[in-house]
């Protein structure tokens, strides 16, 4: 090959490589920088009406409890004001469990009704049917209220003789039998460990003593299972009530069920006092 011959492929083979590159650089060069404007897509299709509420779930708020009945009232009804066990058409309305956490309630919304008693005798226990707890410290002794609330019924009833009622903010009623004397009246409102009324022997007694019972919708159970009746103190279980037919089973379990990551876990105790509901024949 001649020198001239190789000059022109020289040359040649520059001008491709330049026009190559310049090819190169053109198509990798980034584009020049438009003003970015976020365009949301129009669209005549619906949006599905989700609710993602899921996806961040709510801390559960344990220092907080709301109260299972709502709306008490002192407007009660001619049968509320005359009958001891009366259902309660707003308690568990739209639900057929309730819990009453009694671990949340404080020192101060609750009292043991009768200071320093001692129980003579069980609920059903020995004698089959009790209905209640029999406390007993000595004649006109101080009875008070067991939480806040509002009295439902004060008045002599058959066996149980001067009787008051009083319905609790937090779902359940307590009942207090066989006063000498009630000191309120139907319609008052009433705080934990107000007196109500005092130890005596009216209705169907042999001692003065105070026939406590505790009830939800009207029917009683174990007054055990709210009170540790022994050390005169509030357990600190939560009490888990649940529709059975026109029933309510009470059970009392160690801990919320969101405190736990499977199922209840059930005490020994609340084994052995099942606190089903008793509506047979009853004594006091
Ligand atoms: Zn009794």
Partial sequence: MSKTHYSILSVISLLVLSACHSLWTAQTQPAPQQESILVLPVTDIPLPNADFAFLF????????????????????????????????PLLMADENS?????????????????????????????????????????????????????????????????????????????????NSKNLVKPGDYVKAGQPIALTGRTGRATTEHLHFEVRVNGQHFNPNLVFNLQERKLNDQCLVFTKKGNKIAVKSVELMPHQLA???????????????????KETL
């Fill in 98 to 178: 309730m819990l009453i956490d009694l671990s949340l309630i404080q020192k101060e919304d609750y009292a043991f009704p009768l200071p320093g008693a001692k129980v003579i005798s069980p609920y059903a226990g020995r004698r089959k049917h009790h209905s209640g707890v029999d406390l007993k410290t000595c004649a006109n002794d101080t009875i008070i209220s067991a939480f806040d609330g509002i009295v439902r019924l004060a008045k002599p009833y058959y066996a149980y003789g001067n009787v008051i009622v009083v319905r609790h903010y937090n779902g359940l009623e307590t009942v207090y039998s066989h």
């Fill in 262 to 280: 499977g199922d209840y876990s059930y005490s020994p105790a609340a084994r052995k006092n099942k606190g089903q509901i008793e509506s047979e």
């Fill in 57 to 88: 779930p709510e801390e559960p708020k344990l220092n907080e409890q709301t109260s299972p009945r709502k709306n008490i009232t002192e407007n009660f009804s001619n049968r509320e004001k005359n009958d001891i066990a009366v259902t309660d």
